[in-house]
């Protein structure tokens, strides 16, 4: 296996122990508020830290933007890590939640693990190697159009300001579809479009900690990621679509209707 690669996994894991650790009495843990629904907990730091720890002993010259520590260091190498996806879920017992990390290489994903601990899910991939679920090959789903499709979501839950905007999205997404799902972590979600769980994915007002694994997996599995527009910039507008090609671009196309003014794709 690719070494990057293991010891990314190495890290996930030393993460995945603090949530688990934790995670049969999430009553007695403390919270703190972000942001408008936005928590961060002792949680989310001490696998952070965990993390961090392992991914400094082997690489102590790359850079490193985490969600709770954020920007450290500078260099062409980085990694991109959110400890706790889906933390809400987390907080509430919800068993849906994953540890994400994924390196960049000035600018292109090299490298990605996300762990769902609770199932014992393992979605690694390194760029040019595909991707794999605990060591068996990825593949997006065939299905050819919407009809029948299944497709996940997430709620904008931080930033409203383009909440019309997505509802008229989410109508148009129900009519065409067999259905959607909004599970809570975009990390998995992205992971189970990789696996073929799920025939897409799109969601508004994101950020690289949330998605950077997910869009790799989702790519070296076969599949597109995009932003709203169909272009590249999804690190920069934070807002993103994955799926087959050809569900792919049936969803820009439902999309496409509901852009503009201050919505960036």
Not at 79 to 107: C, E, K, M
């Amino acid at each position: 296996m690719n070494p990057t690669l293991n010891i990314a996994i190495r890290a996930a894991r030393a993460a995945a122990k603090v949530l688990l650790r934790y995670y049969e009495r999430v009553d007695q843990i403390k919270a703190q508020a972000k942001g408008r629904n936005d928590f961060v907990s002792e949680v989310d730091r001490g696998a952070e830290q965990a993390i961090i720890q392992e991914l400094r002993a082997r690489f102590p010259n790359h850079a490193i933007l985490a969600e709770e520590s954020g920007a450290q260091g500078q260099g062409d190498f980085e990694w991109i890590i959110d400890p706790l996806d889906g933390t809400t879920n987390y907080l509430h017992g919800f068993p849906q939640f994953a540890v994400s990390i994924a390196q960049r290489h000035r600018g292109q994903l090299e490298c990605a693990v996300v762990y769902d601990p609770l199932r014992e899910e393992l979605f690694t991939a390194a760029r040019g190697e595909g991707a794999q679920l605990n060591d068996r090959r990825l593949r997006v789903a065939t299905r050819p159009s919407l009809e029948g499709a299944l497709i996940g979501t997430g709620f904008p839950f931080r930033d409203q300001r383009h909440i019309d905007a997505y509802l008229a999205m989410f109508k148009d997404m129900t009519l065409n579809t067999a259905g959607l799902r909004r599970p809570g972590s975009a990390a998995l979600d992205l992971a189970w479009v990789a696996a073929g769980r799920t025939d897409g994915f799109w969601e508004l007002g994101l950020s690289p900690w949330d998605f950077a694994a997910g869009a790799l997996l989702v790519t070296e599995a076969g599949g597109t990621v995009t932003d709203l527009a169909g272009g590249s910039r999804y690190f920069d507008t934070c807002n993103l679509v994955a799926g087959n090609l050809k569900i792919h671009q049936s969803m820009l196309e439902l999309i496409r209707p509901h852009l503009g003014g201050t919505l960036n794709a």
